[in-house]
Each structure stands twice: as C-alpha cells, then as structure tokens.
C-alpha cells in the first residue's frame, strides 16, 4: 500500500515543468505557463516583460534579494538572471521530489538535498541519507523523473555526536574597537560562546537585531530572559541585548539591541566585507550550477571556504524534528564549536568590492563516516518563515 501512495504521489509531480525543452518560443513558454496555471518561483513574482526579454530556451528567476542603496538595508529589490529551461524544470521537479520524501518521512529517512547539476548538462539530482534500505522509493521516482537521479547513502553511527576540542581560542573584539562590530567574532550567551552573525531586519516592524544559533543557549533561548553579550579582549564583556525571538527549528535567535552597540552588516574577513543582500533559493541553485563556493568567517576556526553540497537540504539526525531549508556545504573541519551562529555568503557578482550576499547560517557538522559538510538554514527559509533578511 504504501508503494502504491508514494507511486501516486510522484506521478502528481509530471506538472508542466515536464513539458519544457530547450529552444522552445518564449512566447509558447509564456501561454504554456499561463494555460497551465504554473506560477511557481516565476509567474507570480515576475512580470511578461521578464519572460519576453529571454532568449529562446530561457527562463528568468530571481536569484537574489539585493539592497539598492547600499546603505539603506530596506531598500531591497530583486535581482534576476536568465537560466536555461531544462535546467531550471530539472531543479524545480528535483525541489519537489525532495518536497515529498520530507513530507513522505518513510522509515529509516535522515535527510535529503537538491544537487542542482551544470547548465551544461541541465540535470538535477536528489541525495538521501537513510539508515535502512530504500531501494523501492528510489525505484519508484526513477521511472517517473528520466533527468532527475535519486542517490541514496546508509548513514551509521548517526547518534554518536562528536564533542568539539577543548581548547577552542575564540577570536574577541578589541575592546577599542566596539563601535562598529563586524560578525564574525564571538558573542557570549549565558553558558556558551557562539559566533556573532550580521545585522538582520524584520521589514514588519523595521527594525534591527544581533543574530546568532539559538542552540549556543543551555536548554534552549528564553525570549525577553536570555541576553547576548560580546567579550572583548581584556576580560570584560559589553551586554549587546535581550533575546526578543527564538526559532529552534530554524536555530536562529534575535536580540534586541539595548543601544550600546548596533548591530553591524559588515563580516570580520581579512579585506573589508560589506553584507548587501541574500541569495534565493534558485540563487543557491545558480550558484552550484556555476561551481561557485561560498566562505564564512566563525569565531574559532576563522575564514574558510568551500563546495555547495546540497540546497534546500531536510536534516534529521539531532532531533525529534527536521530541519528544511538547509545548505550543506564545505567540510565537517570548516566547523567547530563556537562557530555556530555564523553566516556563509558570496561576493556579489553586481556589488563594489567587499560586498557579499548572505546564503545562510551555519549551525552544525556532519560527524559520521562518509560525508563531510557543514549545514544551517538558508537566509531564503528564515524570510519565507518570518519576513527577516540581510
């Protein structure tokens, strides 16, 4: 029975993306969309002049969300890029299908991620981490989605975490330096170090908060309890506020700054870095088409860079809950404790020097044989979730 509801499942996903080739008319693609009732991550965000402006074979999607005034952080406004079509229908069924195995949670599933493929080979591929055999799921979607390959990987060992080392040097502010704080370096929760992220704005209510790993506090973050401190230099520590939102699942706090320091959308990199925006989820996808990597700065293991792994990733191996929206990128050595909290980002391919586009949060690493990578939320998931942004 339960073959047979995946089975049905899956055949709901042949939606119109399925009808996409490359070098179809723009227009045709465009009556296709409209006859079709697709809007989705396309039609409902941009306009027919974006469509009309392809070339033939291509689609326009917006890859990020980019402040037009640099200094002006609600100044936001969309940016696009033209992609070929049979890549952009391979991702997007792939986003689906990794859609229906979270939702599908069958026996033995620990997580699966989008492996957007070259616009070269316009393919797309979903990795799963199971830790019992799923050969008959796998089955099943590979004879319904031809240029979508399913990857499965047995994960064991999952529930022996790793303790990080002991003897962790986090990099503190100089304490004559704190009026303008990058992130990047450490902050301090009742009974943990974490890494301070950038300035993140809620458009609701315009305003700004520090950001860092809801998990950096012991038994979870207590909104208008818990504060956020940054330890500076010479022993002393300077309270940058209160905790005014906790998102466990997301693992993202925001606190209120108390007007002592501001938060700051600038990261501690070795040349002058300035956060200008975020990526979109078809951002993230761009970005592994291209080869692209992305780089992070924590507090303890510093700047590093590497690999996109996986978009749109659900992790399931810490909790009693998953976790959607995640990146999975670098290595499991990019990654320590007190790390948590930082940001992953790209230079802005559109922006002055220095300026970069946040991809998302890095809050935990892999720690069994077989994978290496890192993962934290995606900036798209927290703005979809709670309307924040970089």
């Known amino acids: 029975m339960a073959g047979t509801q995946?089975?049905?499942?899956?055949?709901?996903?042949?939606?119109?993306?399925?009808?996409?080739e490359q070098g179809m008319d723009r227009r045709e693609f465009l009556r296709t969309l409209v006859t079709g009732g697709y809007a989705l991550g396309v039609a409902s965000v941009l306009g027919v002049d974006d469509f009309l402006a392809a070339d033939d074979g291509e689609v326009p999607i917006?890859?990020?969300?980019?402040?037009?005034?640099?200094?002006?952080?609600?100044?936001?406004?969309?940016?696009?890029?033209?992609?070929?079509?049979?890549?952009?229908?391979?991702?997007?069924?792939?986003?689906?299908?990794?859609?229906?195995?979270?939702?599908?949670?069958?026996?033995?599933?620990?997580?699966?991620?989008?492996v957007p493929g070259s616009y070269d080979n316009t393919t797309a591929s979903v990795s799963i981490g199971i830790s019992t055999n799923a050969d008959s799921i796998r089955e099943t979607i590979d004879d319904v989605f031809e240029n979508v390959s399913i990857d499965t990987e047995t994960i064991i060992d999952v529930e022996d975490i790793e303790d990080g080392p002991d003897?962790?040097?986090?990099?503190?502010?100089?304490?004559?330096?704190?009026?303008?704080?990058?992130?990047?370096?450490?902050?301090?929760?009742?009974?943990?170090?974490?890494?301070?992220?950038?300035?993140?704005?809620?458009?609701?209510n315009g305003r700004e908060y520090f950001v860092t790993a809801e998990h950096a506090f012991e038994g979870g973050a207590e909104p208008s309890v818990d504060r956020l401190s940054l330890p500076v230099e010479d022993d002393d520590t300077i309270e940058l506020g209160v905790v005014e939102r906790a998102h466990p699942v997301e693992d993202v706090v925001a606190v209120a700054p108390n007007g002592t320091i501001e938060p700051s959308n600038t990261i501690d990199t070795p040349?002058?870095?300035?956060?200008?925006?975020?990526?979109?989820?078809?951002?993230l996808a761009d970005l592994v088409a291209r080869d692209e990597e992305l780089e992070k700065v924590g507090a303890?293991?510093?700047h590093t860079t590497g690999q996109i792994q996986g978009i749109d990733a659900v992790t399931c191996f810490t909790?009693?809950?998953?976790?959607?929206?995640?990146?999975?990128?670098?290595?499991?050595?990019?990654?320590?404790?007190?790390?948590?909290?930082?940001?992953?980002?790209?230079?802005?391919?559109?922006?002055?020097?220095?300026?970069?586009?946040v991809a998302g949060f890095n809050n935990a690493r892999t720690w069994?044989?077989?994978?290496?990578?890192?993962?934290?939320?995606?900036?798209?998931?927290?703005?979809?979730?709670y309307g924040y942004h970089f």
């Open 368 to 385: 069994w044989p077989g994978q290496s990578y890192v993962w934290g939320v995606g900036a798209y998931r927290v703005t979809e979730e």
């Open 319 to 357: 909790d009693e809950f998953c976790r959607y929206g995640q990146i999975r990128w670098g290595g499991e050595m990019d990654l320590t404790d007190g790390d948590s909290g930082s940001v992953s980002f790209h230079p802005d391919p559109e922006g002055a020097d220095g300026d970069v586009l």
């Open 62 to 114: 917006v890859t990020a969300l980019v402040r037009s005034d640099p200094d002006d952080p609600w100044s936001i406004e969309e940016r696009i890029r033209y992609v070929p079509a049979e890549w952009y229908a391979a991702v997007e069924k792939a986003l689906e299908i990794n859609e229906l195995l979270a939702r599908r949670a069958f026996t033995g599933y620990l997580g699966s991620a989008v």
């Open 271 to 283: 040349t002058p870095t300035r956060v200008r925006g975020q990526y979109t989820r078809l951002g």
């Open 167 to 204: 003897d962790i040097e986090p990099r503190f502010v100089d304490s004559s330096a704190t009026d303008d704080v990058p992130s990047g370096v450490a902050c301090e929760t009742p009974g943990s170090i974490a890494t301070l992220g950038p300035a993140m704005y809620d458009p609701e």
């Open 6 to 20: 995946t089975e049905h499942l899956v055949h709901r996903l042949a939606t119109i993306r399925d009808r996409l």
């Open 300 to 302: 303890v293991t510093g």
